[in-house]
């Protein structure tokens, strides 16, 4: 007797393969295809011809040629890298604040969320482009905070009344006037901070509250091991869209080299940037799994 295969769960995941399917086929065709030419033209010598694209392999030469005779890319790569060693966890720990505030429950709780996630709207089009137009350009060349505070209040003069050194006031400057960006940027991971904590069981803070625990307490040994995976997600999340950014100065050169037709040059410079922004989070969430993760679980 022939033995029956399948089932309602074979037939589930049968279902879902076919909903995933076209989800699949762009993945292949919009993301697996051009990540793999970007690697073949990192190592080629690639030339605009009247049929096409045409690549001879080269080796390390784009490599070697951007680390020892570019000068201009070596100092766009620390200034970039610096710029997401500063921003990467002030963005965490900024949208993780905002969203636990957001998260509580008060009056106008629902307009206030609407407020932090406006900008990630507004910065999707066009529409950011003539909020900020100024006299010297548009937002991608001024910045958000220097259009927005310029006029308003000096940082600077403020700082020098300290009497601090040049170096420290610069850097104390630098800090305060990103702080626009970086609430700019914290609307998508404050919508995750949300989901994560709204997914914590109720009664876990009702056993805490029983136990006298402080608020304190309850973040430390509730709230954040409950967020470890979503902690995960928004830490990815934030680095991807920090080295994707159009303001990013690796981001600015390889889209001039692109329009100056040195495909095989830029492919190349962004693949050094992500491998090295790439260690340096995996090595964040690596150290975060073996001794946070793992202990909470």
């Known amino acids: 007797m022939k033995k029956k295969t399948g089932g309602l769960e074979a037939k589930r995941r049968k279902y879902g393969f076919y909903f995933t399917l076209p989800w699949l086929i762009g993945i292949v065709i919009f993301f697996l295809t051009p990540l793999t030419q970007s690697i073949i033209y990192s190592f080629s010598k690639v030339k605009l011809t009247v049929t096409g694209l045409e690549s001879n392999f080269s080796g390390f030469k784009n490599f070697s040629t951007l680390l020892l005779k570019d000068a ?56 950011i482009e003539m909020i ?3 006299r010297t350009g548009d ?33 104390i400057n630098s800090v305060v ?65 920090q080295i994707t950014a159009k303001t ?19 492919s190349a410079m962004l693949w050094m940037y992500f491998i090295a922004v790439g260690l340096f989070v995996g090595l964040l969430l690596m150290i975060f799994v073996r001794i946070c993760a793992k202990k909470w679980e």
Do not use: H
């Open 132 to 134: 900020f137009m100024t």
């Open 72 to 127: 201009l890319f070596t100092e766009n790569f620390k200034n970039g890298f610096l710029s997401f060693l500063y921003s990467f966890p002030l963005i965490m720990i900024l949208s993780l604040i905002l969203g636990i505030l957001l998260n509580q429950k008060f009056k106008g709780r629902m307009f206030f969320r609407a407020v932090y996630f406006l900008p990630v709207i507004i910065a999707s089009g066009v529409i």
């Open 248 to 266: 990013d100065p690796v981001i600015k050169q390889s889209i001039v080299f692109s329009q100056a037709q040195k495909y095989g040059e830029a």
């Open 139 to 171: 937002i991608a060349s001024t910045g958000t905070d220097e259009s927005v505070r310029d006029g308003m209040i000096s940082v600077s003069s403020i700082i020098g009344w300290f009497g601090l050194p040049t170096n420290i006031s610069d850097y």
């Open 177 to 241: 006037s990103k702080i626009m960006d970086l609430v700019w940027n914290c609307g998508i991971q404050i919508v995750l901070w949300i989901a994560g904590l709204q997914a914590i069981p109720d009664s876990l803070y009702e056993v805490s509250k029983v136990e006298g625990a402080t608020k304190w307490e309850e973040f430390w040994f509730i709230t954040f091991p409950m967020l470890s995976r979503i902690t995960i997600l928004v830490a990815i999340f934030t680095a991807v869209e």
